[in-house]
């Protein structure tokens, strides 16, 4: 009700240069225009730049849905914490993360402002302390029991909270670098593949920790582990912050009233990767 706006040039706050941004960038006419838009699919689904979105996206959601639905679970029957106590300590590591993707997306902004970061260095740095730091902290989180809970409690909040640099400056704003155009598409893609760790990490987390012992929660942290490194590695061989060839396109804007298609130049890129075979991507 107080921030939400039907158009950007109806928000009381925005800036001159922020509006500019925007209009250049999504190409309005006011409802006086349609937009004649034909949409790269193949370049999309071949894009390795694309893909190293989604298996990001998904190999982060599978420690997002790991916690999301069994950190109640592993407080009671782990780490002995009162069922009382439990659920207020479940909403810590939620708080951090919050804060984290706050705090750690005005700070990668500002390093990219400086120049002291490249915006493919930024999304690369971002996406692999959100994944590697807890991928390190949650093999912790697993050799904790009731006599050191505190701990435990604090590897938890603490790797989950430091996962919020993926959304500060990582792989889930990576659409609008690559292909601003097309960033909702992908995004969509996207989200699509990571929904499955949704079903399968509780899935397979009941299934593994049929007697709740310790050593079957390891198994669990371990796997957790495993799939954040995994995507980490793959973000950092396969992501860019470059604009894609097939993004670059001229766009024709058709008039209703005089039916002229006038081809519009998409606004400069802050990075563009020129090369002919990195556009292919």
């Not at 997306?105 to 740095?125: C, E, N, V, Y």
């Not at 991928?135 to 505190?150: I, K, Q």
Request: charged content about 10%; hydrophobic content about 45%; some cysteine.
């Amino acid at each position: 009700m107080l921030l939400v706006f039907d158009s950007p040039d109806q928000h009381p706050r925005i800036s001159a240069q922020e509006l500019e941004y925007i209009q250049a960038s999504l190409r309005g006419r006011g409802g006086k225009s349609s937009t004649a838009v034909t949409i790269p699919w193949r370049s999309i689904l071949t894009s390795k730049p694309v893909w190293a979105i989604v298996v990001t996206h998904t190999c982060a959601n599978w420690g997002t849905y790991t916690f999301l639905t069994n950190i109640p679970t592993y407080l009671k029957e782990v780490l002995r914490f009162d069922i009382k106590k439990s659920g207020l300590v479940s909403s810590l590591p939620y708080i951090g993360f919050w804060l984290v993707i706050n705090i750690s997306g005005h700070i990668f902004d500002m390093l990219q402002s400086r120049g002291s970061l490249t915006p493919t260095a930024a999304r690369k740095i971002g996406n692999s302390m959100g994944l590697m730091l807890p991928a390190v902290l949650v093999l912790g989180v697993g050799f904790m029991d009731c006599h050191s809970a505190l701990w435990g409690v604090v590897l938890l909040t603490v790797g989950v909270a430091m996962s919020g640099c993926q959304y500060g400056s990582g792989f889930i704003i990576n659409p609008g670098d690559i292909a601003p155009r097309y960033a909702g598409i992908i995004f969509g893609i996207s989200n699509t593949f990571a929904t499955i760790p949704g079903f399968l990490a509780p899935t397979a987390i009941g299934y593994i920790t049929s007697d709740q012992t310790q050593g079957q929660w390891q198994i669990v942290f371990f796997i957790c582990a495993a799939i954040y490194v995994s995507g980490a590695i793959f973000y950092m061989v396969f992501g860019t912050a470059h604009l894609q060839g097939w993004a670059c396109e001229e766009l024709v804007t058709i008039i209703p009233e005089h039916s002229v298609p006038v081809p519009v130049p998409l606004p400069a890129p802050l990075e563009t990767d020129s090369s002919p075979d990195k556009a292919k991507d």
